[in-house]
């Protein structure tokens, strides 16, 4: 049974059953991942960005016979921003290929289309059966990455020391756990406008001016995800030159995901990309004691970046896509198929 739900009013047990569904989604698709834990997995599911929507729907098994509610065995939501509808769908390794994915994409496709919006798009892993299952609906791919995989058991400390100090002069770099401060704010900002030549997706939203700046990081800690800054100010301005941003999430302690990193056009060459990057990592290991790996996704045709994040020690993992596909096609084209 297909429902809508909302994780702000949920009980815990259900809360708790999603949780083992992704764990054993995880499992199955992603063995390396580490486990999801239950800390802030309700406000992780609940919050969003100030004018931003999530629709949530669940699939349940039937009540148990000592009147014991059924386990949420699929899931989905739909995050509603500008025009677009992104989309997140889970279902239990155990009620595969029943037509429960199918059902779960068109119940949340339906109000996309009826809250006026244009497309859906939806990140897909690379190498798991989501591939085909998309693929099958008619989504198109629009966009490739690569996740990859720092594992910090294998950094050389004493050499990335090096890298961290390797910064030209008239620059210093600066680290701020839980986000820039305030004073920062308008530079950062200003940073992140300039240039757009960073490490996520259309599908992740960066903030580029100072009010979303300071909602969207006021929205990371509510959902439990602890944001860490390492900034390159350019000592004769004042601008800031570069930032990199690394996220713990209560959820996934031990790995950490790499956010933006941007060196700001007038102030490349100087090594800062390298110098902020090992910096970051060397303030890590002694602020977040569970961390032993971070992850980071790249566009393809980034080469200086990946050259960089290949020194530090990241190995390529997975290709991660973005897919996306017009609503009222994929409505039509999932009714007619019913
Ligand atoms: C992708 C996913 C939602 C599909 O759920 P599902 O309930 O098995 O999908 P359906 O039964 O509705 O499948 C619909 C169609 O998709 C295609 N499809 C789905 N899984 C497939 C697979 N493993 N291989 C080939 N085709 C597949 C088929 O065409 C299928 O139709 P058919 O069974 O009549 O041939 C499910 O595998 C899942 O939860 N994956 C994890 C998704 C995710 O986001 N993970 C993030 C962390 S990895």
Known sequence: MVREWDPRTASSAEIASLLDTLNAVLAADLPQDPPWRESSMREYLAEVMPGERRISWVAQAEQAADGSPGAILGHVHVLLLGDIGVLE?????????????????????????????????????????????????????EYVETRSVLDLSGVDWAELSEMATGISAGYHLEFHPGGPPDELIEAYARAK????????????????????????????HRRGM??????????????????????????????????????????????????????????????????????????QANEAMLKVNAELGYRPDREWCEYSIDVAELVHRLDAGR
């Open 89 to 141: 769908v889970l279902v239990h390794p155990s009620e595969r290929r029943t037509g429960l994915g199918r059902d779960l994409v068109l119940t949340a496709a339906r109000r996309v289309y009826q809250e006026g919006f244009q497309s859906i798009g939806v990140e897909v892993v690379g190498d798991t059966p989501a591939v085909a299952f998309y693929e099958s609906l008619g989504f198109s791919k």
């Open 193 to 220: 406008a300039e240039v757009r030549d960073v490490e996520d997706g259309e599908l992740r939203p960066s903030s580029y001016d100072p009010q979303r700046l300071r909602d969207s990081l006021d929205c990371l």
């Open 226 to 299: 602890k944001p860490y800054i390492v900034l390159a100010l350019h000592e004769q301005t004042g601008e800031v030159a570069g930032l990199t941003e690394v996220v713990v999430p209560a959820q996934h302690p031990t790995r950490a995901d790499q956010y933006d990193t941007i060196v700001v056009q007038d102030h490349r060459g100087y090594g800062i990309d390298r110098a902020i990057k090992a910096r970051m990592l060397m303030e890590l290991r002694s602020a977040e004691a569970e961390l032993t790996e971070v992850q980071t996704w790249n566009a």
